[in-house]
């Protein structure tokens, strides 16, 4: 019997950039009947260890050449790049074997941002798929995959209707307001569980200093990637901005309502293939982005995804929960 094929798959970080290489992994996986293993950065272990589709997660921390010798040691066939930065090109190198790489489309990118010309038109999962066109691997529409090993013990009864929201962010011109988002509650009657990291406690604690409602409840800081996930999961409805958290809610059934301000859905990091019902709530300044992941916007000093009207939010959560 013929040895499966032995894949590495590269993608060293971040949270939504790795969550959106799953369908890749699982049309390797499925297609091929190949051995995938996936290199990435330590803190981003767990959002993989639940995936049935990997063989092996391999983690390496600031340098990759202390991996080297295990690479070379599981002797692999292929490699499929998807971060496609300096870092991966002296790792490909290094191993010398046939690799395949993505298209970052920096030209037609930078003609969006800085022009206007919008020659993308497709989201990053499509480009990642081009990556392996050659191994006549083609995108199985099913969309993301996240996986929750086991039921987390959260305090909190997840047997109610509720709505999540994912008020974090990777830089704060991409954070809706704890003014905005406080505006909103204020006008819902089901219960709110924030989400976010240790760094967005100040805007939890700012939401809940100008919320009227005790039907407020704040996990930021407090939960697990996997935990997030899990309420995530078993709620009515998530709104986020753009952020990991959003893409990892796109594997599941719910709607998600997301926020874009310096980015935009055109760049292609939309939710994937999520519920029918989700709905993006755009900046009406500009149409276009204003920088590639938000570090700065050309409108607003804080952003100009604070200047989405905080009653626009609250119908479009009437409507969909209706």
Not at 5 to 22: A, E, N, P, Q, Y
Not at 59 to 76: D, G, H, I, M
Not at 211 to 239: P, R
């Amino acid at each position: 019997m013929q040895e499966p094929l032995k894949i590495l798959v590269i993608r060293f970080s971040s949270i939504g950039d790795i969550i959106l290489t799953t369908p890749i992994i699982r049309c390797l996986k499925q297609q091929l009947n190949a051995d995938v293993d996936f290199l990435t950065k330590t803190q981003y272990f767990e959002l993989l260890t639940g995936n049935p589709y990997i063989n092996k997660i391999i983690t390496t921390k600031n340098s990759t050449n202390f991996v080297l010798e295990n690479l070379r040691a599981n002797s692999y066939d292929v490699i499929i790049d998807l971060q496609n930065n300096f870092r991966s090109l002296k790792l490909r190198l290094a191993l010398g074997i046939k690799s395949y790489t993505f298209s970052k489309q920096n030209f037609k990118r930078n003609l969006l941002i800085y022009f206007g010309v919008d020659l993308l038109k497709n989201h990053i999962v499509d480009r990642y798929f081009k990556a392996v066109a050659d191994l006549n691997v083609y995108n199985d529409e099913k969309g993301i995959d996240y996986f929750i090993q086991n039921t987390p013990d959260i305090d909190f009864n997840i047997n109610q209707n509720y709505i999540c929201w994912c008020i974090g962010g990777s830089h704060i011109r991409k954070k809706l307001s704890a003014l905005q988002i406080s505006r909103v509650i204020n006008n819902i009657d089901l219960p709110i569980v924030l989400l976010g990291g240790n760094e967005d406690k100040p805007i939890s604690a700012e939401v809940i200093k100008h919320t009227k409602t005790n039907n407020i409840y704040d996990f930021c800081g407090k939960t697990t990637i996997e935990e997030s996930a899990y309420l995530i999961k078993e709620s009515q409805l998530v709104l986020s901005n753009d952020t990991g958290m959003m893409h990892i809610a796109s594997a599941f059934s719910n709607p998600i309502i997301s926020f874009w301000g310096c980015t935009k859905p055109s760049l292609g990091f939309a939710p994937y293939k999520a519920s029918q019902k989700s709905q993006n709530i755009i900046s009406l300044i500009s149409q276009n982005p204003c920088s590639k992941h938000g570090r700065y916007c050309k409108f607003k000093t804080q952003g100009c995804v604070k200047k989405i009207d905080s009653k626009i939010i609250s119908m479009t959560i009437k409507r969909l929960l209706e």
